[in-house]
């Protein structure tokens, strides 16, 4: 059965560092999603992205936040200068279409130090 | 690796009718959240169990986490045309280590 895939699992850096996580969505999926977990909390909607642009965004989603889908498989989500409260487990999720159920991959831990 | 699955994956009901949504997990859990996601929308935190055999409702939803914290329930009761949805379980491992969401229960309410 199809996935939607991440990587890396585990990711630690420091403070001020970019870093930038990566998701293979399934690959018939038009709609791609970032959510963030900070550790011990709900699940927080990031950023929404259809046909190579945001549709939609969170408060979260500030300007060091970034989106991209470089190629026919990648979709990246860039933290530019990454703050100790960046430390959370981030989800990268894909749908068909808008209106669908959304297939969530694994998750990277993201550990800013 | 940790895996969590959810029962049914579909369920169409007539508006009044009682629903429930399994989810198992394949290891013990420390805490299992439930999220409810709209058509067109995206998953909205509902509630977490924390405890063994932990029951809790929110009007007409029920929770409920399993004595061996390896399995939960979400159960409505008389459905309406607003409950669409669906209801994804997400569970945390006991090391706080893996967070895996279940694959979700669509549900579809015939007025």
């Known amino acids: 059965e199809p996935e939607v895939t991440q990587t890396p699992s585990h990711q630690v850096t420091q403070m001020g560092q970019e870093v930038i996580l990566r998701c293979v969505p399934i690959?018939?999926?038009?709609?791609f999603y970032w959510y963030r977990q900070i550790l011990g909390q709900k699940v927080e909607f990031l950023v929404s992205?259809?046909?190579?642009?945001?549709?939609?965004k969170s408060e979260i989603f500030d300007d060091q936040f970034s989106v991209e889908r470089p190629d026919g498989s990648n979709f990246t989500l860039k933290i530019r200068s990454t703050k100790l409260e960046d430390s959370a487990m981030y989800f990268c999720?894909?749908?068909?279409?808008?209106?669908?159920?959304?297939?969530f991959g694994p998750g990277t831990r993201l550990t800013v130090l | 690796g940790q895996q969590v699955m959810q029962i049914p994956q579909y369920q169409h009901v007539q508006e009044g009718e009682d629903f429930t949504t399994y989810c198992n997990s394949s290891?013990?859990?420390?805490?299992i959240q439930w999220y409810k996601q709209r058509p067109g929308g995206h998953p909205v935190f509902l509630i977490q169990?924390?405890?063994?055999?932990e029951v809790k409702k929110q009007k007409r939803l029920t929770f409920q986490f399993g004595e061996a914290k390896k399995n939960s329930s979400l159960h409505i009761t008389a459905t309406q045309t607003t409950d669409v949805g669906t209801y994804f379980c997400?569970?945390?491992?006991?090391?706080?280590?893996?967070?895996?969401f279940g694959p979700g229960t669509r549900l579809s309410v015939l007025p």
């Open positions: 999720a894909s749908s068909e279409f808008a209106s669908d159920t959304q297939y």
């Open positions: 690959s018939n999926h038009l709609y």
């Open positions: 992205f259809y046909n190579n642009e945001i549709s939609e």
């Open positions: 290891t013990t859990l420390s805490n």
């Open positions: 169990l924390v405890k063994s055999g």
């Open positions: 997400a569970g945390e491992d006991n090391y706080g280590q893996n967070f895996v």
